[in-house]
C-alpha cells in the first residue's frame, strides 16, 4: 500500500512512515517543504502525482497558547489546509486518516467522552481542529477522525523533554493537579494508526495509551522512572495562567476501539517507560 503522510517532522508523523516501512507499506513522507497544505494547488498537484490510495494527515498548528493571538494563521493551517486534503481524497476516491484532538470538546464533567459526543471547543486550536473535522466530514465517507491528548514522542518537544529539562535546574517544581487525562504515545499511536489505514473501518476514534492521570502524576512518574530527584507540588490551573482555557476533563473512551477489533494502547505507564530508554 502507498500512503502519504503529511507533517512527517513532527513527533507522529515521523513514527507513522516508520510504521508504514516497517510493514513493507510504502511511505510518501511531505512536510511544508514538500507540500503547502494551505495551498489548494499544491496539495493536489503533490497527492495526485504521488498516486496513493490514502493520507494519513499529521501536520497542524499546535501551538495551543500562540494560537490565541494568530486565529488566522491557525485556522488556516488545521481547518482549510485539512479541507484541501479532505477534497482531493474525495477526488480522487483516497481513504483518509485526521488527527485531532479532546480539545474539541468543553472538558467539563467527569465522564469519559464518546466519538460522537456534541463538540464544543474551550479555544481557537480545539475549534479550528473541530473545523478540520467538519471539512472531513463534509466531503469524505472514507475517513477515519482520531482524537489524541498529552502527545509525547521522540521527534520534537512534549511535557516529558520538558520535566527532565527543568529537573536539571529545579529541585522542586509546580505541576497542574485538576487537569485529568490520559498520555499518547506517537510510537503506540502509529502502530494503530496503520492497522486502521489497512482496513475500512471508518468513523471517529478516540486513542490515548491506556489508564488516566493528572500532569502532576505525570510528573511524578517521569521523575521516578528516570530516577531523577524532584520535589513536585500539586497546584490548581489558575496557578498557572494561560492564553489558551485548557479542559479539566480529557477522558476519552476508547470502547470503539474494541467493537472495530483494533488493539487498544499500552499503559501509559508503560509507554513513558519505553520512551525514557529510548531517548536516554
Sequence with gaps: MKVLVTGTKGQLGYDVVNELEKRGHT??????????????????????????????????????????????????????????????????????????TDYVFDGEGERPWEPDDERHPLNVYGQTKYEGELAVEKYLEKYFIVRIAWVFGVNGKNFIKTMLKLSETHEELNVVDDQVGSPTYTYDLAVLLVDMVESDKYGRYHATNEGLCTWYEFAKEIFRQAGVEVKVNPVTSDMFPAKAKRPKNSRMSKEKLDANGFHRLPTWQDALERYLSEIR
Design 27 to 100: 511511505a510518501v513522507a511531505v512536510d511544508i517543504e514538500e507540500m503547502d497544505i494551505t495551498d489548494a494547488v499544491s496539495v493536489e498537484r503533490v497527492i495526485t502525482e504521488a498516486e496513493v490510495e490514502a493520507v494519513i494527515h499529521c501536520a497542524a498548528y499546535t501551538a495551543v497558547d500562540a494560537a490565541e493571538d494568530n486565529v488566522e494563521i491557525c485556522r488556516r493551517v488545521n481547518a482549510e489546509g485539512t479541507e484541501n486534503i479532505a477534497k482531493v481524497c474525495k477526488k480522487l476516491d483516497l481513504k483518509m486518516i485526521y488527527i485531532s
